[in-house]
């Protein structure tokens, strides 16, 4: 059974810096694709980030190109998100999935999911 675990979601001021963490209970190149994705109150799951698991690909969503970058250590299958100049905009509950399929950015093609990482940012 695929299990993510998030961490280290938290409060931060706008144009500040947030690192958050997938922990995957299992060896992570029996997956294709992890990726990002948030909620923010009154809004639908947005797709953030994807990393391939082997290789180098990731994709992100317009809003955060240049300032959120995500990294695989296969050596301890978790997959970061690294989040810098962060806005307001930026909040939300943040959360890991992953599946064998191909890599997306819709939710819908995901099958493992984390239960999410809160991350609060003020202006």
């Known amino acids: 059974q695929v299990q993510l675990v998030e961490s280290g979601g938290g409060s931060v001021q706008a144009g500040g810096s947030l690192r958050v963490s997938c922990a995957v209970s299992?060896?992570?190149?029996?997956?294709?694709?992890v990726g990002w994705f948030r909620q923010s109150p009154g809004k639908a799951r947005e797709g953030v980030a994807y990393?391939?698991?082997?290789?180098?690909?990731?994709r992100y969503v317009d809003s955060v190109k240049g300032r959120f970058t995500t990294t695989r250590d296969a050596a301890t299958n978790t997959v970061d998100l690294q989040m810098d100049s962060i806005t307001p905009d930026d909040t939300g509950v943040y959360y890991c999935?992953?599946?064998?399929?191909?890599?997306?950015?819709?939710?819908?093609?995901?099958?493992?999911w984390g239960r999410g990482t809160p991350v609060n940012v003020s202006s």
């Open positions: 990393k391939t698991t082997a290789g180098e690909n990731a």
């Open positions: 999935a992953a599946t064998k399929g191909p890599c997306s950015l819709d939710a819908n093609r995901y099958t493992y």
């Open positions: 299992v060896n992570i190149y029996t997956l294709n694709c």
